[in-house]
């Protein structure tokens, strides 16, 4: 057994069964699947703040190129109409993923999902205590409703989602109704008292947290946990230890991206969103507070083609592969892999277990990452700001993430090129493998042949 082999038996071994359990692991899945059904109307709301920007302001590329300030001497105006997006968005994402998560832990258990999700609701403003008092008149405020809530949000909707699921289950704790009784009645009545008591061991936590801390749970874990941890993961370290975890796991045959979603979009949400309200308020991506986050780094100029820059891959074969069965693969892959749609390549070709294609599937990302950071670090390019649909084409990402910067297209395009240019001596290299395969089997054939003579 070859050295090569040997090591990815053993990578298969060590690391597979973990991440298996991490993907099957309900509190983390809940996590992740809350992140991934609150993420389509994140993105509609940054779309909707870029064309306010891009468009309908004079200063706008996309009004700068069709001259629509001249077109429309009032156009400016208009801005007003979608000015308030993002409060039906990302100022109320913790809303969203407290209600989210526990659902999710009431579908794993199998009790009812929609009132779990209420009751993580009426769980989480229990303990909110952000309130301000002007003229004896109390107003909550905003201020944890969105990112800064989040950790928060994700600890309220996990213990509501364990708790409520677990005394639903308790058939001592279910009230049962008369047939006759309508199935909306019914159904509220049969969780009553499991919500009671869920509501009840919040007030009672809120008011064990106010004696310790008098500005509230949300304050303290801010403080304590997701302000150091948001710190923490805001650099060049973090974006390229999970980009090159995640490839590794791709290589091994597990979904990289699915398998540290929960991690990743902990930590980088309220960054990201903290750029999105910059750009809300200022018109520029220009000084975002978070230049450095893993939308701003990774997905805007390491994920062309998907995990792994495999657009960069699909090129080389088309520019140097000998192999047929490579470029058909590659044909049937160019359309998806355009908009970073990359399963038929990865299993195709396939990347996994490939011990020519592991080297550059990880590192190429890396590589391009730390492109984008010299540019966004020199202030040489804006940071990527707006949210962007991850299947937007490669180089599009930059220059729409950053409003239109037209050297952040250029920028998009050099990793394009340099991650082509990484993968073509494995393509070259892969060419001679099939050869020599190739060979070995003619060999072995002749051997046959003349044995049987």
């Known amino acids: 057994?070859?050295?090569?082999?040997?090591?990815?038996?053993?990578?298969?071994?060590?690391?597979?069964?973990?991440?298996?359990?991490?993907?099957?692991?309900?509190?983390?899945?809940?996590?992740?699947?809350?992140?991934?059904?609150?993420?389509?109307?994140?993105?509609?709301?940054?779309?909707?703040?870029?064309?306010n920007f891009a468009v309908l302001s004079p200063d706008g590329f996309i009004a700068k190129i069709l001259f629509l300030g001249k077109i429309f001497p009032n156009l400016a105006e208009a801005q007003a109409i979608f000015a308030p997006v993002l409060q039906g968005s990302t100022n109320i994402m913790a809303i969203l993923i407290t209600?989210?998560?526990?659902?999710?832990?009431?579908?794993?258990?199998?009790?009812?999902?929609?009132?779990?999700?209420?009751?993580?609701?009426?769980?989480?403003?229990?303990?909110?205590?952000?309130y301000l008092v002007v003229d004896n008149q109390a107003y909550m405020t905003t201020k944890f409703l969105g990112a800064q809530g989040l950790f928060v949000a994700l600890i309220v909707g996990i213990i509501t989602g364990e708790v409520f699921s677990r005394l639903?289950?308790?058939?001592?704790?279910?009230?049962?109704?008369?047939?006759?009784?309508?199935?909306?009645v019914s159904r509220s009545f049969k969780v009553l008292i499991p919500?009671?008591?869920?509501?009840?061991?919040?007030?009672?936590?809120?008011?064990?947290?106010?004696?310790?801390?008098?500005?509230?749970?949300?304050?303290?874990?801010?403080?304590?946990?997701?302000?150091?941890?948001?710190?923490?993961?805001?650099?060049?370290?973090?974006?390229?230890?999970?980009?090159?975890?995640?490839?590794?796991?791709?290589?091994?045959?597990?979904?990289?991206?699915?398998?540290?979603?929960?991690?990743?979009?902990?930590?980088?949400?309220?960054?990201?969103?903290?750029?999105?309200?910059?750009?809300?308020?200022?018109?520029?991506?220009?000084?975002?507070?978070?230049?450095?986050?893993?939308?701003?780094?990774?997905?805007?100029?390491?994920n062309y083609g998907g995990s792994g820059m495999t657009l960069g891959l699909l090129i080389a074969i088309f520019i140097a592969s000998k192999r047929a069965d490579h470029r058909d693969i590659a044909k049937l892959s160019i359309a998806p892999g355009l908009f970073n749609i990359n399963e038929p390549v990865i299993f195709g070709l396939p990347i996994v277990l490939n011990p020519i294609m592991v080297i550059p599937f990880i590192f190429v990302p890396a590589i391009n990452t730390l492109i984008g950071y010299f540019f966004i670090h020199f202030k040489i390019i804006p940071p990527v700001a707006y949210q962007v649909p991850w299947t937007t084409?490669?180089?599009?990402?930059?220059?729409?993430?950053?409003?239109?910067?037209?050297?952040?297209?250029l920028v998009g395009l050099l990793c394009l090129a340099v991650a082509t240019l990484c993968y073509l001596p494995f393509v070259l290299v892969s060419n001679k493998v099939a050869a020599s395969d190739a060979q070995m089997d003619a060999?072995?054939?002749?051997?046959?042949?003349?044995?049987?003579?």
């Open 1 to 51: 057994m070859s050295l090569m082999t040997k090591f990815e038996h053993g990578m298969e071994k060590a690391l597979v069964p973990v991440a298996n359990k991490l993907n099957s692991q309900r509190h983390i899945a809940a996590i992740r699947d809350a992140f991934i059904l609150v993420f389509p109307l994140i993105m509609a709301g940054s779309i909707i703040l870029l064309i």
């Open 99 to 130: 209600f989210l998560v526990a659902r999710n832990l009431a579908i794993f258990f199998q009790q009812d999902d929609l009132l779990c999700g209420l009751t993580a609701i009426g769980s989480f403003f229990i303990i909110y205590t952000p």
């Open 168 to 184: 639903a289950r308790a058939p001592r704790l279910t009230i049962k109704m008369p047939a006759q009784v309508p199935p909306a």
């Open 195 to 302: 919500v009671i008591l869920v509501m009840i061991l919040f007030s009672v936590l809120n008011y064990l947290i106010s004696l310790i801390a008098p500005d509230g749970l949300h304050d303290l874990v801010y403080t304590v946990i997701q302000s150091p941890l948001k710190d923490m993961g805001t650099n060049i370290y973090s974006v390229l230890l999970l980009g090159f975890i995640s490839n590794l796991l791709w290589v091994l045959g597990i979904h990289g991206p699915n398998t540290i979603a929960a991690i990743r979009d902990t930590i980088f949400t309220e960054p990201n969103l903290a750029n999105l309200n910059y750009v809300a308020a200022h018109g520029s991506s220009w000084g975002a507070p978070y230049p450095t986050t893993w939308a701003g780094l990774n997905d805007a100029f390491a």
């Open 393 to 409: 084409p490669g180089p599009l990402i930059p220059f729409l993430g950053t409003g239109g910067n037209w050297l952040a297209l």
């Open 443 to 453: 060999n072995a054939t002749e051997s046959a042949v003349a044995t049987e003579k």
